[in-house]
């Protein structure tokens, strides 16, 4: 009897999460606030969080990381196919801290705290979470990604206290409900092996 596939047949390229917020005021047809959350916990360039934002409250676009390396190597290798305008090398890197809190069952908070500012991302009401599934070449992207999505039907970015204007909308994936902000956990990207 043939022994089953154990292995998926791709070289890991990042593992870790990519929570996001993204809050829209036409049911996203625009996008004003935009934050792409990451805890890496293992890739090329090591360890680390990032946060790429794009918001109202900034009038800018802006990463903040803990570890410099891993943010670009992030920008190079990932944001370039998510969200071109975070791929972009020319934004500074503001050094930040990185802090959970909260319950998946209820709320969840992200808070990321740097000289000239303070992010909080909230997510809260959930749906049922459910595993996305993209071997590379999916959505003609050269990298593949397995991740648990549960999204939030409610959620909030403030930055120095104010709230961003927006809110969530829905995005239906592979016939599962969900939206435009979701807790992205153990999330893998791939690319072909050699």
């Known amino acids: 009897m043939a022994e089953p596939k154990l292995v998926d047949p791709h070289d890991p390229v990042m ?29 090329p360039a090591g360890q680390g969080h990032a946060l790429f934002i794009e918001s109202t409250l900034l009038k800018r676009k802006v990463v903040y990381a803990d570890n410099a390396a891993v943010a670009r190597f992030l920008q190079r290798t990932i944001e370039a196919m998510l969200h071109k305008p975070f791929a972009d090398e020319s934004m500074p ?5 990185f802090e959970r809190s909260g319950n998946c069952l209820s709320c969840m908070e992200e808070r990321v705290v740097a000289r000239d500012a303070e992010i909080v991302l909230t997510w809260w009401d959930f749906m049922a979470p459910f595993v996305l599934t993209m071997p590379p070449g999916a959505m003609n992207r050269p990298l593949g990604v397995y991740s648990t999505f549960i999204p939030a039907r409610s959620a909030q970015l403030s930055v120095n206290g104010q709230a961003a204007p927006g809110g969530v909308f829905p995005q239906e994936r592979g016939g599962r409900a969900s939206s435009s902000c979701v807790l992205a956990w153990s999330e893998t990207w791939v690319r072909p092996r050699g």
Do not use: C, M, Q, Y
């Not at 890197?93 to 801290?97: D, F, L, R, W």
């Open 93 to 97: 890197i503001v050094e930040a801290k």
């Open 15 to 43: 593992t870790g999460e990519n929570s996001f917020v993204r809050l829209s005021n036409d049911g996203g047809n625009t996008i004003p606030e935009r934050v792409s959350h990451w805890r890496v916990l293992w890739s």
